[in-house]
Every structure is written in C-alpha cells, then in structure tokens.
C-alpha cells in the first residue's frame, strides 16, 4: 500500500540542524512531487517546501529561505529536508506529502497532495 514516512525529527537547540527524511513505498516516487508542510499547535498547516517530479525545480516559504533544503534521492524513493540555522518558531510537527500533479493552486495548497505521512516532531528549543 502506499506509504510515505518520515523521520529526523527531535529536539535541537536554536541554531542547531537535523535533516527529516521521508521514505516512500508503494508507488514511484520518480513521478510525484513532494512536498513538506508543518503545523504548529493551534496554527494551520503550512507549506514548507516542495520538489517537482520533472525537472527536480524546488520552492520554499520565505521563512525558510536560505536555512531549509529540499532534496530528492529516486532511487532510494526518499526525500530529504536539511533544516539548519533553526528557530524557535520552526517548532512544529513535519509532515511529507506527495503529489502524481504538481498542485494547480500552488506548491503550498494542502488539498493538492494525494498522500500524506504521519508526521515527525521537530522542537527547536534552548
């Protein structure tokens, strides 16, 4: 069936990296985009960050620009999310998404995603 599940999370001191991972099986990752979205408690969830499936151009929300990459690995069916210079306001749970059409509305719009993972807790504090 399909799955994506993410991994990486923890807890890092402001300032601090850790890179998720999201595992895909059940279906060709090579075809879908991916993105990544948090939520935070008591906020909407929101985009992170996304990687086409064609020609592997990637997107990132301003307020992670210059901190966050996203990369993707075909052949191992997974894509990565390096998170360094982390803040505070990262804290939030991060969630891996995929996507057979790139979303029509945006990289960010969370009802263009057709598979969702679990999610991984990310806490940035001192």
């Known amino acids: 069936q399909v799955q994506l599940v993410e991994s990486g999370g923890g807890l890092v001191q402001p300032g601090g990296s850790l890179r998720l991972s999201c595992a895909a099986s059940g279906f060709t990752l090579d075809y879908y985009a991916i993105g990544w979205f948090r939520q935070a408690p008591g906020k909407e969830r929101e985009g992170v960050s996304c990687?086409?499936?064609?020609?592997?151009?990637?997107y990132y929300a301003d307020s992670v620009k210059g901190r966050f990459t996203i990369s993707r690995d075909n052949a191992k069916s997974t894509v990565y999310l390096q998170m360094n210079s982390l803040k505070p306001e990262d804290t939030a749970v991060y969630y891996c998404a995929a996507a057979l059409w790139f979303p029509s509305q945006g990289w960010d719009t969370v009802s263009g995603y057709n598979y969702w993972g679990q999610g991984t807790q990310v806490t940035v504090s001192s």
């Open positions: 990687i086409s499936s064609s020609d592997g151009s990637t």
